[in-house]
C-alpha cells in the first residue's frame, strides 16, 4: 500500500505557472508508475501525465509542451510543474500511483485558471 498527498493547487491567471507536489509514504522506486489525473466540471476523469520507475513518462495531447512531470527519488516526491495555464485546465488535480497492479489516490487539488 501507498498513501499519497497531493499539494500546490491554486488559483492563478492564464498563462501563469503551479507546480504541484505528490508525495508518497513508501519509496517510488518501488511503484510501476505515478501521474497525475484531473476532472473538471461535469467532466470525466482523464489521465494527465505519467512517469513509469524507469523514467519514462507520458503525456494527453492537450497537455504537451506545457507540462512536465518529474520526479525526486530520495524524497520519495512527483512534481508536475504546469506552464503556460489555460481556462481549460481548471480541474481537480488528483495524484495516483499503480502499486501491485492497483491503482491508488491521493486527496484532490484544486487548480483554477482565469481568464
Known amino acids: 500500500q501507498v498513501q499519497l498527498v497531493g499539494s500546490g493547487g491554486g488559483l492563478v491567471q492564464a498563462g501563469e505557472s503551479l507546480t504541484l507536489s505528490c508525495a508518497a509514504s513508501r519509496s517510488i522506486l518501488s511503484i510501476n508508475a505515478m501521474g497525475w489525473y484531473r476532472q473538471a466540471p461535469g467532466k470525466q476523469r482523464e489521465l494527465v501525465t505519467a512517469?513509469?520507475?524507469?523514467?519514462?513518462?507520458n503525456y494527453v495531447d492537450s497537455v504537451k509542451g506545457r507540462f512536465t512531470i518529474s520526479r525526486d527519488n530520495a524524497k520519495n516526491l512527483v512534481y508536475l510543474q504546469m506552464n503556460s495555464l489555460k481556462p481549460e485546465d481548471t480541474a481537480v488535480y488528483f495524484c495516483?500511483?499503480?502499486?501491485?497492479?492497483?491503482?491508488?489516490w491521493g486527496l484532490g487539488t484544486q487548480v483554477t485558471v482565469s481568464s
Open positions: 512517469i513509469n520507475s524507469g523514467g519514462s513518462t
Open positions: 495516483y500511483a499503480n502499486l501491485g497492479g492497483l491503482n491508488y
